[in-house]
């Protein structure tokens, strides 16, 4: 028998509407192979429970995921007021329940405490490392442990909606390493009255937003032909799309090419660019490099193996 093909070489972003009940492993994995692309791997892991957006790095891309992992997450989710949960969210057990609920003015007079850099403890159930074991690993062992706060940075949080009966919808800005779980759980027991999330969905993960995002659904029916296949290719996005809040640079054929092998090249003549700090390299409409700019030398730090 023949060695199974390893799939072929894809670059680019695909923004995925990640649908509920899918790990971010599993959809990666069921993209890939709709793709038919040698390598994927995602931005950013979405719970289960969650769903929005997923943005999926193949190929060269790969190298950018740093850049959209440390960008500014969106959601929009709703906290079911009343009980705490093991998991924070709604497919946990219930640890501790309570008849009172908030109204509108309470929680928006909540919302202060939990704006701007707090500390946050991650919830049981989470991918954070306890000595070299995962913590929800550990919880669904049953083991006793303890999770330090963090610092973690609320840039917005705000009510959306208020349903008097139990619930509200709130949507929230926030950085890396911010739990949205977490963030339920802590508004329910300053308020008194307990909550866990019971609707997530993630509408933007650095450049990526809700609006270019494509469903799991739509995907699958596109690649059942051929010409669907491509159409899935088409609506990759190019690589240097992770890298909007760094300034490009143009350079000519000869300087991409010594940067591909890893040397600096000097921004020469009375037209070069006055910059300093990172930035990423074009030629010819492709990625060329990442680099640092430093007295007029740019010094490669990443190369980017991408054919026109």
């Known amino acids: ?3 199974r093909s390893k799939g072929r070489p894809v670059h680019g972003w695909l923004v995925l509407d990640k649908p509920q009940g899918l790990t971010s492993t599993k959809a990666v994995s069921i993209v890939k192979r709709l793709a038919d692309a040698a390598k994927a791997g995602h931005a950013g892991t979405l719970d289960p429970l969650a769903t ?26 709703t906290v079911a007021w009343g009980s705490e949960t093991t998991t924070d969210d709604a497919e946990g057990e219930v640890l501790e329940e309570s008849a009172a609920r908030p109204g509108r003015a309470d929680v ?101 937003t809700d609006s270019q995002t494509i469903s799991l659904a739509k995907l699958q029916e596109m690649s059942h032909s051929a010409a669907g296949r491509e159409a899935v290719l088409a609506a990759l996005k190019p690589v240097e799309t992770a890298l909007d809040d760094i300034p490009a640079l143009a350079v000519s054929g000869s300087d991409a090419a010594r940067l591909k092998r890893g040397q600096a090249v000097l921004m020469r003549g009375r037209d070069a660019p006055i910059l300093e700090g990172p930035v990423y390299a074009m030629s010819r409409g492709l990625l060329v490099a990442l680099g640092e700019v430093q007295h007029g030398e740019l010094r490669p730090t990443r190369v980017f193996n991408l054919q026109g």
């Not at 349903?163 to 800005?173: C, F, I, K, N, W």
């Open 1 to 3: 028998m023949g060695r």
């Open 108 to 208: 928006e007079g909540a919302l202060p405490a939990f704006t701007g850099e707090i500390l946050q403890v991650p919830p049981h159930y989470s991918a954070v490392k306890v000595e070299g074991q995962r913590a929800y690993d550990l919880a669904r062992d049953g083991e006793a442990f303890e999770l330090k706060p963090r610092p973690v940075l609320i840039e917005r949080l705000a009510l959306v909606e208020h349903d008097a009966e139990g619930s509200s919808v709130l949507e929230a800005d926030c950085g890396k390493g911010t739990y949205v779980r977490a963030l339920a759980r802590d508004l329910g027991r300053r308020l008194g009255c307990f909550g866990h999330v019971s609707v997530l969905r993630r509408t933007r993960v650095g450049p990526f």
């Open 52 to 77: 929005g957006v997923l943005p999926i790095a193949f190929g060269e891309a790969t190298k950018t995921v740093p850049f959209v992992v440390d960008g500014t997450k969106s959601y929009r989710f």
